[in-house]
């Protein structure tokens, strides 16, 4: 489970890392109804809006991806903070690998595919990403991200100018769903919501 675990931040670290620290924007999602349009350059998706979406997690990993291609330009990794509290009354130390509460927690945690909804969001998502890394690398606590939004389903994609061939071949392209339309992220103190 360590190993899994590790793995997880590795792979998160090593995919991101150059994009951290380089500026970026998003700014090519529209929003009008019940539909949200996402410019992705090459393509334009539409997805609808499910349901609303309030949740903490505590972060276990992330990346921001510069890719104009993307649906998502930044992704989380996390632990629902209720399942958090679960896991730490019984294991304290439950966020280190070294822990036997580790094994509960990684089923558990979630990967968020995240479309913000504008540029402060986006940048508040980098810097709890960037912080949750700082942390991580230096023993520290685990932080705890609260987001307010609302849960995406793709519907249709569209290449300007091109066939539906095409659309089929972009539509098995875009990751796994649900997607999270973003408009609200604020870091949150670990130890108050665990204790």
Do not use: W
Not at 81 to 95: C, E, G, S, T, V
């Amino acid at each position: 489970m360590k190993a899994i675990l590790k793995l997880t931040v590795i792979a998160f670290g090593a995919f991101g890392l150059y994009n951290y620290f380089s500026n970026g924007s998003f700014e090519n999602v529209t929003v009008a109804d019940d539909v949200v349009a996402v410019d992705a350059g090459n393509f334009i998706a539409e997805c609808s809006i499910s349901r609303e979406f309030q949740r903490t997690y505590m972060v276990f990993g992330g990346g921001y991806f510069k890719n104009k291609n993307l649906i998502n330009p930044i992704s989380l990794s996390g632990l629902n903070i209720a399942d958090a509290k679960n896991i730490y009354a019984q294991y304290p130390d439950f966020h280190r690998c070294s822990s036997p509460g580790a094994s509960l927690a990684i089923p558990k945690t979630k990967h968020l595919n995240i479309i913000p909804v504008d540029n402060q969001v986006l940048n508040e998502l980098r810097a709890s990403i960037k912080e949750h890394e700082r942390n991580f690398s230096k023993g520290k606590e685990r932080i705890c991200v609260s987001l307010t939004g609302k849960t995406l389903d793709t519907q249709s994609t569209e290449v300007p100018g091109k066939n539906s061939t095409e659309d089929m071949i972009i539509m098995h392209q875009i990751p796994p769903q649900p997607f999270y339309l973003i408009t609200s992220s604020e870091r949150v103190n670990c130890k108050n919501l665990l204790d």
